[in-house]
Every structure is written in structure tokens, then in C-alpha cells.
């Protein structure tokens, strides 16, 4: 495999920012409060790994955590798994994120989507919202500890039920109505909850979607369920639900009932793509620390700026949305089709509501480029600060696009991160330079490394991505697992002490960061391990070319196996033999021999879930002979038939 060129520099630290961001107000305010200054990231991001107390101290501090009962300490025990943070400490996650009562007249959240008209709610309102859902949460029964579950969009109401619930130390789950009733039983059947909100139906684009039935086979699948209520969205009801007007009928006056740090705020699920998805337990502390520190130090915000990230509820991105409200910073909600009506929509939201931050997918930021669309050029763009992209690998090609449009005053943070932290791991900060096709950095507090097979750290080579010191947004655990078994198995199998968060990384001795795909999607052939997002930055450059899927079929008798290479095809391209040839000799030209394919073939589509990640491995598992049912159910893919072209592919293969 070629050696890695060293990056292209495509943004420098702004020579002012230790004056004018969030992260340099940060480190004025560690001068003047605790003696400690730091030249530049990288000391301050070694300090951060290397006095944990000292640094999760500093964020609470900072950001003015309001605790009920004061800890005892930062960090009581420090090994992995079973980190102990603050212990003795109090807090309600809710009571930093209503903001306080002096905001009353700013907006916190305007709402867009194609069931209905806009809506903008006021701090005041917010806080209003809030009061009143939680009396009614209350008369329904729901108390500390009990699970409340939500079959809604990104909506006010789902953000003000969440709150409520978060309010009443009672514990939130939520799945995006696109889901199938299979999916959503699968994953709050794990919880059992006692109270489910739902909507109807939804408008997506010019299309309605009813999901009466599916509200009704989610309702039968749950037996512990005791009051389902009715969000009105669309024309549609539900028969015998509570309505959302009755839930808020009653002003209340607001509070928030003080929970140990660890307690469960709500449960994430894993994709369920390679099995029954995982029921990740966060806590009121650990996601209060953490997003404070990732939207004021990482992503810039600060009160008075506004952040428009489409995610739906069923993605960490929604949480990480409504996080925004802890640092004062006001929130776009977006519901239904986002490239509807056109590619640009997106683009003329973020000027509507003066968005400062302007999240998207890289898959949305590369249709952007190859579209030829100018958004700084034709929408009114000038207060964004950050275009934030995280999902999947972003090529080098889409860093110099954005650069190109919005030029150096707008910084590109790119981030990796997931479900299983509900935060970045590696991502940009106003501190950090911006290099083409890379991730700027570990963040602040996270000791992330490359470890090789044997477990040592590797810099300039692939390796599996590691933390080495723990974080507080670290799960307290998954649901049902009561003796630790299974949350041990996903992280901790192959270097006890040390999480493996399961992709495939390589660290420069900058410190940047390429993600190469997941590492159990990582193609070994001849004893070389290859990333997939390699693959995909080469073969989708070409213009033929809309979207690819990379696979590796290993030979049990020890041989090179097959690499296999699916494609998704612009009209009216065709796969014939002089595409074949531009396809491997871009490859070989490019990347290595090695990577040229054993064979490719075009698909209809390429499989991605419904967060916009590709399935290689349950393709793979497809074509190697097992059952689509037992690979991943359709609800969670993002077009439902986009793996039966695998199941013909792995019939004919058989039949050879």
C-alpha cells in the first residue's frame, strides 16, 4: 500500500480565535480561575486526558453545572468499565436545557417540516411547555424511574415531552415514525415502558404516510404500556389515546427532581443492522458534561446562536440537536423529506433562521458539490460560523467544496463519534487547523488512540480506534444486562481496561484523523487490512458513479478470498467492460493493486440504514449464505428492498 502524503492545509487556527470563541474564553477563564495556561490544542487536549478531574472540573465549572448536592470528588473509581463520576453528586439534566427565567422573550426552537405550518417557541413558552407536560406526565402516573416512550418526528412536542420526562427522573427512548411496529417493539419492548406518545400519521415531501396501524401493533407489543397519548400531526387520530392538549391542559409550576449523576436520562439503540439492537443506558450527568463541553468548546456555541442539524429521533444527532439548549444556543427543528422540494432547501432554512451552525450529512454535502450548487453564493449565509458533518467519511473533495464556497471564515468541523458515547470522539474545534480529508483531532477529555492487534498505539498506520481513559457520556450500561455481561463484550473483548469503539482508524503525527470504515467491515486480503472508505472516495469521484458498497469474502482455506465491489449507477450510465476498466484502474492508479476488485457489479441501490451508514457486513453476511431476516429487518434500512439484490446475488453465486 502507498504511503500516506502528508494532508493538504486547507484552513489554519484563526490568529484571533483565542479572542473571539468559546473554546478561548475557556482557556482565559482556566488562567484566571486556576492557574493553568495552555498554548495552543494540543496542551490543552493532554492536560484533558491527563487530569481527568481536573478537566471534567473545569467543564462544570465553566458552564455552570447547578448541582443539587454537591460530589464528593470528580472521579471516584477510574477503570474501564465502571468509571464512577461525581460521586454523591445531584442534578436534573432538564433544568440546564429550559434555560432560566430571565430568557423568556428570546426564541429557543423554530420548527419546520411538511405536516404543518412553522412553529417558533420561546424560552418562556418552552418553559410553559415543559410545566405543563410534566403535571401531565404526572395525573398519567409516571414517576422516577419509569420509562416513557415516543413514536414521534422531530417536533416541539417530542422535545417538550422529552424535557418533562427528563424532569421527573423518569427515563426517555424515542423511534422516528418511518419505523416499522417490528423495529420499535424490538427496541422499547426491551424497556418496558408505561407510557407511549405516538402520532398518526406524518407528511413526508408532498407524500402523506398514515401509521395508524403501526401505532396499534406497537400498542398490542406493549403490555406494560398504560396511557398512550396523541400528538396531532396531519389529519389523522388515534381512537382512545389521551390528546396532547389534555397532557398540557394544566399549568404547573416547574421543577425538576434532583437524580444521582448516573441515572438514566434516556436509552439510544444501536442500528440492529447486525442483530437485536443494543439498549444503551446515558445518565443526566455524563450527557449534560459531555455536550457542553462538544457544543461550547468544539462546536462554538454560545447564547444567541442557533444550530439546524436534521436528524430524526431515532439518531444520536437529535440529541445531540436538542443539547444546543444547554449552552443558551437556540434550536431548528426539521421534520420530513430534507432534499424536498429541491437540494437547496436546507440551505435557504439555515438562512431563514440564521443558523451559526449548519450540520449536515457528508452524503448531502457531496450531492451538494456535484450538483453545482453555490449556497454561500445564493442564500444569505452570513452567520454561520461552522458547517458541522458527521455520519460517514467526508472525501477530500468535499473539504475543499465547503472551503471553496464559504472560504476561512467559515470552519469545517468534521466528526466521528456514535450512539454508544452520544458525542464525538475525533472532531474539530476553532483551535485546531482544517486538513483536506481529515478529522482534526481526539476531542477534549477523549484519549483516543489506534491500537494494533497486539494492542500497542500506532501513528500512521491503520488501526482499531480506542479510548484509553474513560468519559463520563460512556454508557452507564445496556438495559436487561445486569451483570455487565454484554456491555463488556461490546467494548472491552480484545484490550481489557481499553474501550474498542469498533472502527478502523489512522492518526497522523499531527494528530489528525482518517476513519477508514468499521473495523468488522475492514477487508483483510493477503494479510493486508484495507479501509472501505478508501474505496468509496476513489469510485465515487467518477461521474458514472452514484454510490458504492465494497465487500471481502474471505476463503476459509486461507486464500485471498474475493473483493467484490457493488455499485449504484447515474442515468443513464451502464456497467459494460470500459467502466469496469476505469473503475479498477482508478483503484489501482490511486490506492494499490490491492485494491482493485475481484468483480463488480451494479445494484439498484446500495444499502444504508436509515442514519445514512452503508451494511457491508450484512451484504457480506447475505452473499456468504445467510437469511435477509436474520441479517437486519427492513425497517431499519433506509430503502426497505435495498438488500434483496444481495439475496438473487448470493442464490446465483450458489447455483455456480
Known sequence: MSTPQPPELLRPVAADARETTEIGRFLGWLERERGLRFDDYDALHRWSVDDLEGFWSAIA??????????????????????????PGATLNYAEHAVGLPEDADGVAVVAYSQSRERVELTWGQLREQVARARAGLQRLGVGRGDRVVAYLPNIPETLVAFLATASLGAVWASCAPEFGARSVVDRFGQIEPTVLLAVAGYGYGAKDVDRREQVAQIRAGLPTVRH???????????????????????????????????????????SGTTGKPKAIVHGHGGILLEHCKNHGLSWDLRPGDRILWFSTTAWMMWNALVSGLLVRASIVMID??????DLRWQWRVAAETGATLMGASPGFLMACRKEGARPAAEFDLSRVRQIGAAGSPLPPEGYRWVAEQFGPGVLLNVGSGGTDVCSGIVQGSPLQPVWAGEISGPCLGVDAQAFDERGDAVVGELGELVI???????????????????YRDAY????PGVWRHGDWVRFSAAGSAVIAGRSDA???????RLGTAEFYRVVEELPEVADSLVVHLEDPAGG??????????????????????????????????????DGIAAVPVVPRNRTGKKLELPAKRILLGAALDDVASRDVLADPAALDPFVELAAARGER
Open 61 to 86: 465549572g465553566f458552564f455552570e453545572v447547578r448541582f443539587a448536592t454537591p460530589p464528593e470528588r470528580v472521579l471516584g473509581r477510574r477503570e474501564m468499565p465502571g468509571a464512577e463520576w461525581f
Open 228 to 270: 398512550v397519548v396523541h400528538v396531532p400531526y396531519g389529519e389523522n387520530t388515534l381512537p382512545g389515546a389521551v390528546g396532547w392538549d389534555e397532557l398540557v391542559a394544566e399549568a404547573a409550576d416547574l421543577a425538576f427532581h434532583p437524580v444521582p449523576f448516573a441515572h438514566p436520562l434516556c436509552v439510544l439503540f444501536s
Open 336 to 341: 420530513g423529506n430534507p432534499l424536498h422540494p
Open 468 to 486: 484509553t481513559a474513560p468519559m463520563p457520556s460512556m454508557p452507564v450500561g445496556f438495559w436487561g444486562d445486569g451483570d455487565g455481561t454484554r
Open 492 to 495: 472491552f473483548d480484545l484490550y
Open 522 to 528: 475492514t477487508l483483510n486480503r493477503g494479510g493486508v
Open 560 to 597: 485471498n478470498g474475493e473483493l467484490l465491489l457493488y455499485v449504484q449507477l447515474r442515468e443513464p450510465a451502464e456497467l459494460d467492460d470500459a467502466l469496469c476498466r476505469r473503475i479498477s484502474t482508478a483503484l489501482r492508479t490511486e490506492l494499490s493493486p490491492r485494491h482493485v476488485p
